[in-house]
């Protein structure tokens, strides 16, 4: 049972940016997201504290998640500090490399400085016992005292920080581009940039947090990364379809609509990957990490 959870939570990983995982199998991404079409949405917000590159928040993000997976230790929030700053890292090499890869690279970075604030805001709200997203609150209560394996503690961080905080992030920054056009396939080729991050994250989580991460890669057969696709693709395509939603919205009771069903269903995602839990295992983790 342990194993099926880190398979599932390896194949979720990438829920912050890839629509699939390469990791051993190369031909397998469908970029089915990149057919579906945008809706109408609003004008961008201004993203020029980010420079026309968007490298300046990308930058500043990676710096903080380096810091804070530094300072977080051994304590289990760090498997997701880790991994966030990996992701974060792969998309801002990309962006440096091919500076034409996305259509508004300043939106990408801005993106990047709403969604980590996000992040932090929740971290804060939680440490100073303020009320939370259920989501967060099962994913930080299970990081705290909870019997889980890191690739639990991965997936229902991961599972907050998307399928929750996404959304409005999205929203935030804006659908649209300052000439009108629309984000989606910027947001699609993330999917694409950052899935590239699998193989290093992986051995990086295992070496330093939990060596079961080393059993969840099914190399010999890409059922996996399939199945990966498919489940991350649709975690994404449904953030941009929620951040339409709630740019739509033109009363109160909409956007309350909207947002309950972005909260339960969150909600409901964290508290199937926190049920299963092996007696014991958090002071094997422990010791191993102190190792």
């Not at 194993?3 to 599932?8: E, F, H, L």
């Not at 604030?117 to 804060?124: C, N």
Request: proline share 5%; with cysteine.
């Amino acid at each position: 049972m342990r194993s099926i959870v880190v398979v599932t939570a390896l194949a979720v990983l990438a829920a912050l940016a890839p629509s699939a995982v390469r990791a051993d199998h190369a031909g397998t991404t469908i970029a089915w997201t990149a057919l579906l079409p945008a809706q109408p949405g609003m004008p961008a917000r201004d993203a020029a504290s980010c420079g026309e590159d968007g490298l300046r928040c990308l930058r500043d993000v990676e710096r903080r998640l380096a810091r804070m997976a530094e300072e977080f230790g051994c304590d289990h929030r760090g498997v997701f500090a880790t991994t966030y700053l990996l992701l974060t890292r792969e998309l801002r090499v990309e962006a440096e490399r091919r500076p034409s890869v996305f259509e508004d690279p300043a939106a990408i970075g801005r993106l990047a400085v709403v969604f980590f604030e996000m992040y932090t805001r929740a971290l804060a709200d939680h440490e100073a016992g303020r009320p939370l997203p259920a989501a967060w609150r099962i994913a930080f209560d299970a990081a705290r005292d909870g019997d889980h394996n890191a690739g639990q503690d991965m997936l229902l961080a991961i599972s907050a920080h998307v399928q929750h905080d996404m959304p409005f992030a999205v929203a935030v920054v804006g659908l649209r581009t300052p000439h009108g056009g629309s984000r989606k396939p910027d947001h699609d080729r993330v999917n694409q940039v950052l899935s590239r991050a699998y193989d290093r994250i992986v051995p990086a989580i295992a070496e330093r947090y939990d060596p079961i991460m080393t059993t969840a890669d099914a190399k010999p057969s890409p059922a996996d990364d399939i199945a990966a696709q498919n489940m991350v693709a649709g975690w994404r395509e449904g953030v941009w379809r929620n951040a339409e939603r709630l740019t739509a919205a033109r009363h109160a009771w909409e956007r309350a609509a909207v947002v309950h069903g972005i909260e339960r269903n969150a909600e409901a995602w964290a508290r199937t990957f926190a049920a299963f839990e092996s007696p014991g295992y958090r002071a094997t983790r422990d010791a191993y990490c102190r190792r």
